[in-house]
């Protein structure tokens, strides 16, 4: 059942739930589009882009603003290439696994055949992106 199903289900004048709905929906579309707009780029701006990411992550000024903000580091832009691995990368091999899977992985792809994304489960979820 995708979102659109949900809201067809739900009762016409609960507007909170479907403005709820409606706003996940719309989320949903960007992520979708940013996507597509990474897609089109040529892999060596995919490969700048990704290498850009993992410095501002990677960076302990980038760390300790978002400490002194009160939140674990956050990485939305990690995600957002996990979900474009999803779609357009691939899964780790076997001998891949081998080197990059921990107790906590939960999922590993590859992207443009240089880059693994790792994210782990635990009492929550991270996130990691390494050069191979």
């Not at 739900?10 to 929906?25: A, P, R, V």
Request: aromatic fraction near 16%; proline fraction near 1%; include cysteine.
């Amino acid at each position: 059942m995708n979102l659109k199903d949900l809201m067809d289900k739900i009762d016409e004048n609960d507007s909170h739930t479907n403005k709820f709905i409606e706003k996940l929906i719309r989320k949903v579309e960007i992520q979708n589009s940013q996507i597509e707009r990474f897609r089109n780029l040529s892999v060596e701006e995919q490969n700048t882009y990704i290498d850009k990411c993992i410095t501002k992550y990677n960076s302990q000024a980038y760390k300790d603003k978002e400490y002194a903000k009160g939140y674990m580091p956050r990485k939305e832009l990690f995600w957002d290439l996990y979900y474009y691995a999803q779609k357009y990368g691939r899964e780790c091999t076997k001998e891949e696994r081998n080197i990059y899977f921990s107790d906590f992985t939960d999922a590993l792809y590859v992207l443009n055949e240089k880059y693994v994304i790792q994210v782990y489960q635990g009492q929550g979820a991270e996130i990691e992106i390494f050069k191979k």
